[in-house]
């Protein structure tokens, strides 16, 4: 598995291929239909199969006054797009030069000449080029002007039919704290990547010591407790999930605190993934210390029958990435 990074040379490994194209935030089922449908057109020809996306997200750039709530920053999202298969993951740099680039000479450098593309998919609604003038129409007339196979892969929906597909949604089902309803959007649980920071070691005088998370700015969840997987390589433990501002004492930030159910000693410094199972209870303030520690020890109690059934019948198992997931594969 391969990662470029901004005009990094295309190994001739790479050339060739056929190249899946879009923003990819949350890489979601939808996304994943997209992206099964350009692995199999690389297997039908025998050709690498790339995902071609950029980073910083468009959004970023042309607003960086309003943060987005990304669903997988960078490196998630990087590790989610191997899992779907890709032999390599092209991260293209979305700065100013490539805003300003035209549609058509985009694809003449970028798919073309850096990497050899024989194949292109792309989304029935993916923009790209200067002032978003670049549709799949251009691409396909392209395609056959430059010599290189298109396809467009058009809304997919939920099980429904009715429902597509869509981050801004999945953006909103996490804000409200409905994870498991997002799971069977994504197709896996949502997951926050990140390192273990110290914190003010305030649950450690309460019996409840946490690991405690930095969140991506712009990361945005309903707050509250949750059920929660935290994975550190091979290694899983179960965990109580805390996102607010700590209002029994006084807070203004936002934290994101794990309690883990089965573990002693620090992890600071290490990187954890923190699956989101389901929400138990939202966040509120407590009279004093002792009363949070009784709702706390409740809290956990219920967490702890919570991960029980669904480690007995997980149901994004059914799912490709969930199934990785589970496995601890991905």
């Known amino acids: 598995m391969v990662t470029l990074h901004g005009n990094t040379p295309v190994p001739v490994s790479c050339r060739g291929a056929v190249v899946a194209i879009g923003n990819y935030d949350g890489v979601h089922r939808g996304h994943q239909a997209l992206l099964a449908t350009a692995r199999e057109e690389a297997q039908r020809c025998g050709a690498p199969f790339g995902v071609l996306t950029f980073e910083p997200h468009p959004r970023t750039f042309f607003r960086p006054e309003q943060p987005v709530f990304r669903i997988t920053p960078a490196e998630l999202k990087t590790k989610l797009l191997h899992g779907c298969g890709a032999d390599f993951v092209s991260i293209l740099s979305f700065d100013r030069t490539l805003a300003s680039q035209e549609a058509e000479a985009f694809v003449r450098d970028v798919l073309v000449r850096r990497h050899g593309a024989v194949h292109v998919v792309t989304g029935y609604d993916f923009h790209f080029g200067k002032g978003r003038k670049g549709s799949p129409d251009l691409m396909r007339r392209l395609g056959e002007e430059l010599g290189f196979g298109v396809t467009v892969v058009e809304q997919v929906t939920d099980d429904s039919g009715v429902a597509p597909f869509a981050s801004s949604a999945i953006r909103h089902e996490l ?3 409905d994870v498991a309803v997002a799971a069977e959007q994504l197709g896996y649980r949502w997951t926050v990547l990140a390192k273990v920071v110290p914190g003010d070691q305030r649950g450690r005088s309460l019996g409840f010591p946490t690991i405690n998370i930095k969140l991506e700015e712009g990361c945005e969840p309903g707050e509250g407790i949750y059920a929660v997987r935290v994975r550190r390589g091979q290694t899983v433990w179960r965990g109580a999930g805390y996102i607010g501002k700590r209002p029994t004492f006084g807070k203004n930030d936002v934290a994101l605190e794990v309690y883990l159910l089965d573990f002693s000693g620090d992890l600071y410094g290490e990187q954890v ?7 138990i209870r939202p966040d509120r303030a407590f009279s004093d ?8 020890e409740r809290d956990v109690a219920e967490i702890d029958a919570v991960l029980a059934r669904i480690e007995a019948n997980d149901s994004v198992a059914r799912f490709p990435l969930g199934r990785l997931q589970v496995e601890g594969r991905l």
């Open 289 to 296: 210390a002792a009363s949070l520690t009784a709702q706390m």
């Open 273 to 279: 993934a923190i699956e989101f199972i389901d929400y």
């Open 175 to 177: 804000r409200h704290g």
